[in-house]
């Protein structure tokens, strides 16, 4: 089994090679450990993951899996589709961020993040979510 190199804190998961998210990565063996826990589901798990390491790792939950479907390989899915056409993904939610004059520290992914929870169709969390949003005068 051959060690993935571990990825700087500040790198874009766009910029990471694809072994940087495999199974013997730190990332998936920290993934791995937490969701070992007792009481640690994969939700809290890869939250507190996404949380800690917010340009590499994407928000995956019951939401983004019902917009999205279930995925054996998310972390590779989303990672190929930043890198495809040229990063084309990742260059249009970086120009949203400007757009929106978020800071830098804001990385793409969580644009991302924000977009897939505000398109979200389905699930509770979305619906406490509206509810919230409409209780601010927000819809």
Partial sequence: MQAAEKPSLNIDRVDVEAAGLAKWSPAHTAWRLLCDQPGMGWVTAGKLLARKRP?????????????????????????????????????????????????ETVSALRVCDVGALDAAPCGPSTEKLHRGQRSLGRT
């Fill in 55 to 103: 340009r590499l790792l994407p928000v995956y939950d019951q939401v983004v899996r019902c917009i999205l479907g279930r995925s054996k390989s998310f972390w590779f899915d989303l990672h190929g589709a930043l890198r495809a056409y040229n990063h084309a993904l990742h260059s249009e939610l970086t120009a949203l961020r400007h757009a929106a004059d978020l800071p």
